[in-house]
């Protein structure tokens, strides 16, 4: 006999995680929820979190501590989650600068930063403990084949080949889903021609709960504060210089590191392990079908110096919850098209909005163009200067504005293609 769900979600991470605590704690008992893992997960050996110097990190905005308060997870994360109070966002070699203060806007965080694998284990810790979700793991979905009613999906398990049968199936495999492309669903790639370095650094100074967001002629770099002093740094650049920097003993690569931020945290005194990956964003050109969502990095994957990725897709997750949560209590199928059209309606703008902006920002802020250069720093001063342009810049930030104002949204929109046209 085969096995049937109301909805199966194919990928355990962060936003697969997130999904499935929020739809059990939305839907009726009665309704059945899988979440299908690829990884093999590590037995829990004891109570108690071990952190890692080069574990990464993920930013996390306001938006995004409300969003898990309301699933009963942000006592637990908030335990190794240090907030960001402050965001300072500067242009190497140019006059501009805006400062951003959380006391300025009431709230007490203008975001949070944690460790991927805290996030990770608080997560996946509740997935295990709720009763109503079966967790299958290891496992790999080899095939879906879309039905009328329900789709099959094949699966390749321990013990060998296994079919199951769901309403609905959310594919949150990640960017590189190979399901999206068995299914023929397409996407959108822009190649940023980057490449991130992704390490923590331990500087001199305190961080003292800010975090830096710094502009140069290689391309974007963050410095986000983690619990402990330490910072984890985002550095994007060339991918062939990139390459060579990778390959740099530590003591060489602090110095360049300092070189193109600064001393505003002191001397960088220690780097953990370097990770570094190409850039580009990646937008999927159909987000539901009959029976399917493609949901989190299957969805949009964004320029990682902002920190908007993750936070959209939870975004995603909260009004898919909710969507699918009226449906059913309207006794709808919830893999009806009508159903998941409404959801992917609901997000059109702030989607459309967030990815848009991401993306201007960094080509605006990547263009070496004297004139341009003169024009954004302006722009960087009349935000720190005005509260009204600074408020929807932070309201953005912290994940509390569904985009930013139209305005301004064109105001950037229109830098950008000066920028690329002068190129």
């Keep these: 006999m085969q096995a049937r769900y109301d909805i199966v979600i194919v990928g355990g991470g962060m ?18 929820i899988a979440v299908i893992e690829a990884v093999d997960l590590p037995e829990e050996s004891s109570g108690t979190w071990q952190p890692s110097y080069d574990a990464r990190s993920s930013a996390l905005s306001a938006g995004a501590k409300d969003i898990f308060a309301s699933l009963g997870l942000w006592d637990a994360i908030s335990q190794a989650a240090e907030p960001i109070l402050d965001i300072h966002v500067s242009d190497r ?27 990770g284990q608080v997560l996946l810790s509740d997935v295990k403990a709720t009763q109503g979700i079966d967790l299958l793991c290891p496992v790999s979905v080899k095939q879906i084949l879309p039905e009328v009613d329900d789709s099959t999906l094949t699966l390749d398990a321990p013990g060998g080949e296994q079919i ?78 990139a390459d060579e920097r990778l390959e740099l003993v530590d003591e060489d690569f602090l110095a360049e590191l300092q070189d193109r931020f600064g001393y505003r945290v002191g001397r960088f005194k220690k780097v953990g392990e370097r990770f570094a990956y190409p850039l580009a964003l990646k937008t999927a050109r159909e987000q539901v079908r009959p029976g399917l969502v ?24 909260q009004t898919l919850i909710s969507t699918l949560a009226e449906a059913i209590e309207q006794q709808k199928n919830p893999g009806s098209l009508e159903v998941l059209k409404s959801y992917q309606q609901q997000r059109e703008k702030d989607q459309q909005q967030t990815i848009g902006f991401s993306d201007q920002v960094v080509r605006l802020f990547s263009n070496n163009n004297v004139a341009l250069a003169g024009a954004r720093n302006f722009g960087l001063v009349a935000m720190d200067l005005l509260y009204p342009i600074k408020n ?16 301004f949204q064109q105001n950037v929109s229109s830098h950008a293609r000066q920028g690329e046209q002068a190129q």
């Design 294 to 317: 493609v949901l989190g990095n299957a969805a949009h994957s964004l320029h990682p110096v902002a920190g908007q990725g993750f936070n959209l897709s939870l975004r995603d997750v």
């Design 164 to 241: 199951l049968n769901a309403s609905l199936v959310i594919l949150a495999d990640g960017g590189r889903s190979g399901l999206s492309r068995k299914l023929g669903i397409e996407s959108d790639v822009a190649e940023y021609g980057q490449k991130a370095i992704v390490a923590n650094i331990t500087p001199a100074k305190h961080h003292n709960g800010v975090a830096y967001e710094r502009f140069t002629d290689e391309g974007p770099m963050a410095l986000l504060p983690r619990p402990g002093g330490d910072c984890a740094l985002v550095w994007t650049m060339p991918e062939q210089l």
């Design 93 to 119: 070699g140019h006059f501009g600068v805006a400062r951003m203060h959380a006391h300025e806007h009431g709230v007490p965080a203008l975001g949070y930063v944690a460790d991927n694998s805290w996030l």
């Design 392 to 407: 929807r810049f932070a309201r953005q930030a912290m994940g509390l504005s569904q985009g930013m104002n139209t305005g």
């Design 15 to 32: 936003v697969g995680a997130t999904l499935a605590l929020g739809l059990r704690r939305a839907l009726p008992e009665s309704r059945s």
